[in-house]
């Protein structure tokens, strides 16, 4: 097994393993490689979706995402992400060509568990393009203002899956309501014990006991620092790869700029923490 950094402060690749036969030796310097650079690559992989399920379970419980219309009709717990692109009419559904495109943004902050993980494992890789692009929460808190890192210490935000805007194509008509949830600003990651700025401009709708001007000017604020470019990581896919992001300390976003009538295709988990937390969201 060979594990090697693919950026200076994100990003960490896996070769020469077989995810379906890892013993617990085997797979901590996995986990730890995985803790310290965010964004993990798995490469050549051949999987089953019990094979995969099986070891995304290995970093915490894998949960059902609430965007019912494009679960696998057989494993609830798997997204199936590039299927149905087009609709009866031939046209393309926007909302499944880009998804994750819209914008840097962290899974789950609609949660009050929000997901630990996203694990992808790619099916298909289009000729060009369709890229996932990442970039570190932990740096975006260093290279804060010290105003703005005292500003937002101990500063709760509120989150919903639509944020400012409300709705989303992805739910369905029955699962569109979605009550505001809380998450500090500044989060102090459980395993790491690392200071992050965590933050989601599509699901941000605003801070408590702080008015709507202050409110907006730190969302805008915000939005410009939370990527910072030296601790960016782009993924280039191959067929075969497995990629894990920990969503406590990073952001990602879909480049969502490849050819339309080609096939990019992933199988996709959401993964909880353990704790009392995760079991009750369950
Ligand atoms: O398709 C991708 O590259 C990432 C999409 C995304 O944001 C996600 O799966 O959470
Ligand atoms: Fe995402």
Not at 13 to 39: C, M
Not at 68 to 80: L, V
Not at 196 to 220: C, H, M, Q, T, W
Request: charged content about 30%; hydrophobic content about 35%.
């Amino acid at each position: 097994m060979e594990i090697r950094r693919m950026g200076p402060q994100i990003g960490v690749e896996v070769t020469g393993v077989d995810v379906k036969a890892l013993d617990e030796r085997s797979f901590a310097p996995i986990y730890q490689a995985w803790l310290d650079y965010n964004v993990l690559v798995v490469r050549d992989q051949d999987l089953t979706i019990p094979d995969f399920v099986r070891y995304s379970r290995r970093f915490g419980p894998v949960v059902p995402h609430p965007s019912k219309s494009t679960r696998h009709p057989d494993h609830p717990e798997i997204t199936m992400l590039g299927v149905n692109k087009f609709d009866a009419d031939g046209k393309l559904r926007e909302e499944i060509y880009r998804r994750g495109a819209e914008g840097w943004h962290t899974d789950g902050a609609y949660n009050q568990a929000p997901f630990k993980a996203t694990q992808l494992y790619a099916l298909a890789v289009p000729s060009r393009g369709g890229n996932t692009l990442f970039a570190n929460g932990y740096a975006a808190y260093d290279a804060l203002p010290e105003r703005l890192k005292d500003r937002l210490e101990g500063v709760i935000g509120t989150f919903s899956y639509g944020g400012r805007r409300g709705k989303s194509r992805l739910l369905n008509p029955e699962d569109q309501d979605w009550t505001p949830i809380y998450h500090p600003i500044i989060r102090t990651h459980p395993e790491t014990g690392r200071k992050s700025l965590y933050f989601d401009p599509g699901k941000i709708v605003g801070f408590v006991g702080i008015d709507d001007r202050e409110g907006n000017e730190l969302i805008a604020a915000l939005k410009e620092r939370m990527i910072v470019p030296e601790a960016e990581y782009h993924h280039v896919w191959r067929r075969g790869d497995i990629v894990i992001w920990d969503n406590r300390c990073s952001y990602h976003k879909a480049a969502g700029d490849y050819p339309p009538e080609e096939d990019r295709i992933h199988w996709r988990v959401s993964i909880n923490d353990y704790g009392v937390e995760a079991m009750a969201a369950q």
